[in-house]
């Protein structure tokens, strides 16, 4: 039978006491070298690199993130339903982003929803004794205190999309302005003369801005912003399909809609098609995401494209930074948008 070494682990390799032992250093001077810490002389970090070589010992992975104070895993946040998070393509571009560029680490992703302020505080509760390292969170609404409550903890933190223009949290955003002013300046080039929004949720300032692109196209085409071709939605497809409805109800002569997502814009379809409207013949249509829904519509959809899989690249790459160099600095990151033409419009 086998002996293990003395002081070595019991599955016989050597141990960071073992390694510290042979470069005449304490424990926590091997671990600041394993780590990377520039606390520690080039004498010293010699030695210790010396005694690693020597001894061929690998650092366990659990083991350098209890001596780096890390779990070694982000959580994703996403504050709305599963319904959404899985039947709405936004959702399942910032996730690839994500997942794309952890691919190479050693940091575990969490998904977590949350739909009700009980969980919320469960998920803050659980942030508070370092399971995580930071925290990725997705769609955030304009009342939310989850964001300043993990911030005042300490944890790194970084959101898609912003609470408001002066967002003191680190985000990525898109151009949500940009886009929907692209968006209704291609239907008025269209010779559209009454072109209605289907906005998306006034809590959120991705919709209000949207909103706000809508009505500053408008204004430059000396066409006075008019609320009754103004109707909300939740961003969903139902949504966008009873705001069509109305926005018909109020008026029948409209011959164009923005809707501020592609779920939204699916739904308006819908209800076009049962009231006996054609598109593009009678409304045109366009909408916001440019996901696969957008090319898979009858007609094929306008769509102005937001980068969805690069902003979850962006925003984890800002978290990682964050994590691993910490600082003051709050990225503050704004991707443009790109009007996508078909059939719709």
Do not use: W
Not at 46 to 55: P, S
Not at 255 to 269: E, N, Y
Not at 316 to 340: M, Y
């Amino acid at each position: 039978m086998a002996v293990a070494r003395r002081g070595a682990g019991r599955d016989g390799r050597p141990t960071l006491e073992q390694v510290a032992a042979r470069a005449g250093v304490g424990r926590g001077t091997v671990s600041r070298v394993i780590n990377g810490s520039p606390r520690v002389s080039d004498r010293t970090r010699a030695a210790v690199e010396q005694a690693i070589a020597d001894l061929g010992y690998v650092p366990h992975q659990a083991a350098r993130a209890l001596a780096a104070n890390r779990s070694n895993a982000i959580a994703l946040v996403v504050p709305e339903a599963e319904g959404r998070l899985f039947s709405e393509p936004f959702f399942s571009g910032i996730i690839r982003g994500v997942s794309a560029e952890l691919v190479d680490t050693d940091i575990q992703l969490l998904l977590t929803l949350i739909r009700a302020p009980r969980e919320r505080a469960r998920f803050a509760q659980y942030a508070a004794s370092d399971r995580v390292d930071g925290v990725l969170l997705v769609s955030v609404h304009g009342d939310d205190p989850l964001p300043d409550q993990l911030a005042e903890m300490g944890l790194p933190v970084v959101m898609t999309g912003r609470r408001s223009e002066d967002e003191p949290v680190p985000y990525v955003d898109c151009d949500n302005v940009g886009g929907a002013q692209q968006a209704v300046e291609h239907l008025l080039g269209r010779g559209r003369s009454t072109v209605a929004t289907i906005s998306g949720p006034a809590d959120m300032y991705a919709a209000r801005c949207r909103l706000d692109g809508y009505r500053e196209a408008l204004r430059a085409a000396g066409k006075a912003a008019d609320d009754e071709l103004v109707a909300r939605g939740d961003f969903t497809e139902e949504s966008g399909y009873a705001a069509m409805r109305e926005l018909l109800a109020r008026r029948p002569t409209l011959d164009a809609v923005f809707c501020a997502s592609d779920p939204m814009a699916m739904g308006a379809r819908r209800a076009l098609r049962e009231l006996g409207r054609s598109v593009p013949g009678d409304v045109a249509l366009v909408g916001f995401d440019d996901s696969a829904l957008a090319r898979h519509m009858d007609p094929p959809l306008t769509s102005v494209r937001q980068p969805t899989e690069g902003m979850g690249r962006a925003m984890t790459r800002a978290l990682l930074q964050l994590i691993n160099e910490g600082g003051q600095d709050r990225p503050h990151v704004l991707l443009p948008t790109e009007l996508v033409r078909r059939a719709s419009s």
